[in-house]
């Protein structure tokens, strides 16, 4: 044979093989990711179990003392139910076609949907005692899913891989901290084993997480949906590329010559023509500069008094996203990095002259927020006792564009946490969700009630279970940016909406207004807020005579200069929170809706307010502000009180909106 017909023959050979190899693999049996080894399937359902196969595959799936068959569909889907389960295990799942999977210890438990953003994504290995936490987690009825982080333009029908894992050392460190209290509480209360699937994704906004068609066809959301297309991931990328390459070349034509850059550190430079913007703040709040990852530099005069000349001095720049090098009249006087940390820098003597200073800040960012930012008292120069304000208009000038990611993030476009990380597990049968999340939403605190609302509807609706409990998080004390009741609180008005929501059935809220760190955003204390959580679902899912909330405002009755205030959820009695004598939190207004800070007691059942500072009150209001830490009213129990308040008037976030892709 001559060698050149060998070769085709041969060629065409491994050809055939390759695509008999093909169809053989195609043939297999696929079951999506969520199932494999220590799962946990819902007890006392209908055991929904689908996959994939070659069209008209015959497949076999068999547990415990069930087996059922059926075949693909043309385009290779198929399904089997098979009759409810008690609680127990471990049992083998076994799935047939022209070859056999089985999944080893499989339990019949209640499974748990974990989500929301980082405080629910915040791990055990952060908490308190941690050590200690880790050490006592070995529990083999409890098994852990963690879904991996992922975003898609459309529904999906399949997750990103992941493996079930039962609960040990080595699977709890990293696992969400929320979710573990709360599923470790189930177990021990219930002894049935528990499912926990985590799917959670830090600084995420509520509405990447709810479905385009929940949205599109809401009466909130319908007329702003009619200008979002419904697109796909490569659409999303494509659209994205061409409208940050087009950002980057308008900025890059008004970038300056490099050479020049190199002065302007130096107090003769001449910056008179450079736009300023006011800080602190991040630069992304000014249009031009919304998407920008780069260096910018901004330059301060300042006129230092003759008896503070030549003498030490402090400087505080606030907080820089990401890295900064200031300079004094051209002379570097420090130097820091983290997006989060203070700048304080020391002037030595003899650098700060009489009349006209400069100061002059490279600062560094290399993604997400950027600039000088915090509260506007942390800008400030500090010599011979006399304060010297820097908030205010900056001269800002870029030197530098980075290449901006083109890839979608999980902000970036309504839906695509939904589609990658929720609809996946539409089939699965679980107990019940719960749900921490409402920071990266404070800005429209108001209209969160919408969102959150709509979210568990639609999310029900996924599930095929309108009655699905839906327990959640109410956010806790933070100082996000001093809000209170005189110049308003965007997270107090999140927390009025949440707690709007519990009109829907079968719904609960875990207050934590007492658990909060006023510089952190992220408490530690996950033990308290995820046992609260199941408090709620042992009482109103599970039936049991448990203790899960604490005193909830019911009406108020005006005498003279006091208002009396009644609460439901009282249990054994009113209290004051850590054995204090004085009760905190409290405030009371006028016609003129001035509030101050009321003395509050307890009496007859009631608390009772008033100030000398207002003669008719018309208002009252308890924990009312970003860090309301101080407010201590609580049932003897020792469960605390929820905010709220008397009036109605409206918020700071009344108007504000989501306004869609932040493309």
């Known amino acids: 044979m001559r060698p050149a017909i060998k070769r085709i023959q041969q060629i065409a050979i491994a050809t055939l093989l390759c695509t008999l190899s093909a169809t053989y693999a195609q043939a297999q049996p696929k079951l999506p990711h969520i199932f494999s080894d220590s799962m946990v399937l819902q007890r006392n359902v209908p055991l929904r179990i ?101 975003v898609d333009g459309l529904p999906s029908l399949q997750s990103n891989e992941a493996n079930w894992r039962t609960c040990s050392r080595a699977s709890i460190v990293n696992f969400s901290a929320v979710g573990y209290f709360f599923g470790r509480q189930l177990q021990q209360e219930l002894d049935v084993p528990i499912g926990l699937i985590n799917s959670s994704w830090g600084g995420t906004q ?50 300056p010559d490099v050479a020049d850059s190199a002065k302007w550190k130096s107090a003769d430079y001449d910056h008179s023509k450079w736009p300023q913007m006011p800080l602190p703040a991040l630069w992304e709040k000014i249009p031009v500069l919304s998407r920008l990852d780069g260096v910018v530099w901004f330059r301060k005069e300042v006129f230092i008094r003759d008896e503070d000349a030549g003498l030490p001095a402090a400087l505080q720049l606030g907080k820089i996203d ?73 001269a800002y000038c870029v030197q530098e564009v980075l290449q901006i990611k083109t890839g979608i993030g999980p902000n970036d476009y309504p839906s695509v946490l939904y589609n990658a990380m929720v609809h996946p597990f539409g089939k699965l049968n679980i107990k019940g969700a719960i749900w921490y999340q409402g920071e990266a939403n404070a ?28 327990y959640f998080v109410q956010l806790t004390s933070f100082n996000a940016s001093n809000g209170n009741s005189n110049n308003g609180s ?97 405030e009371i207004a006028g016609e003129d809706r001035k509030f101050y800070p009321a003395e509050a007691v307890i009496a007859g059942g009631q608390v009772t307010v008033h100030s000398s500072q207002v003669a008719k009150p018309v208002a009252v209001r308890y924990a009312w502000a970003d860090d309301a830490g101080n407010a201590n009213l609580c049932n003897k129990e020792g469960w605390p009180a929820a905010p709220f308040r008397t009036d109605k008037w409206p918020g700071i976030t009344v108007n504000n909106r989501y306004k869609g892709p932040q493309q």
């Open 490 to 586: 965007t997270w107090a008005e999140i927390r009025e909406s949440q707690a709007a929501v519990l009109k829907l059935p079968h719904t609960g809220m875990a207050v934590t207004i007492d658990v909060g760190e006023s510089n952190d955003i992220h408490p530690r204390n996950k033990k308290d807020v995820g046992e609260r959580l199941a408090a709620v679902a042992l009482r109103d899912t599970y039936g049991k005579t448990v203790t899960a909330s604490g005193p909830v405002y019911q009406s108020s009755a005006t005498e003279g200069n006091r208002v009396h205030i009644r609460f439901s959820s009282a249990g054994t009695g009113l209290a004051i929170r850590n054995g204090s004598s004085t009760l905190e939190g409290f």
């Open 322 to 394: 990401d890295s900064d090098q200031a300079y004094l009249n051209g002379s570097l006087i420090g130097e820091g990095r983290g997006w989060n940390v203070d700048r304080h820098y020391t002037i030595g003597a003899g650098q700060l002259k009489a009349g006209k200073n400069v100061i002059a800040v490279r600062v560094d960012d290399t993604g997400a927020g950027g600039g000088i930012w915090g509260d506007s008292s942390e800008l400030s120069l500090t010599v011979n006792g006399h304060r010297y304000a820097l908030a205010g208009n900056w």
């Open 50 to 150: 689908w996959g994939t196969a070659s069209p008209w595959e015959q497949i076999t799936v068999s547990l415990h003392l069930q087996e059922k068959t059926t075949r693909a569909g043309e385009n290779g889907n198929w399904q089997v139910i098979l009759a409810p389960e008690k609680a127990g295990g471990p049992y083998d799942l076994a799935v047939a076609g022209k070859e056999t999977i089985t999944l080893r210890g499989v339990l019949m438990g209640d499974i748990w949907f974990c989500s929301g953003q980082s405080n629910m994504e915040f791990p055990v290995s952060g908490v308190p005692d941690a050590d200690e936490v880790v050490s006592k987690a070995l529990n083999p009825k409890i098994r852990l899913y963690t879904v991996p982080r992922n």
């Open 206 to 255: 509520i509405e990447s997480w709810i479905s385009y068609a929940a949205m599109a066809q809401d009466s909130h959301y319908k007329a702003l949906f009619q200008t979002i297309p419904r697109r796909s991931l490569e659409q999303l990328t494509v659209a994205r590329k061409q409208k940050e390459d087009a950002y980057i070349r308008q900025l890059k034509k008004n970038l």
């Open 443 to 470: 800005y429209t605190g108001y209209e969160y009630r919408y969102a959150l609302s709509l979210l568990i509807r639609d999310w029900r609706n996924l599930f095929n279970n309108r009655e699905m409990p839906f």
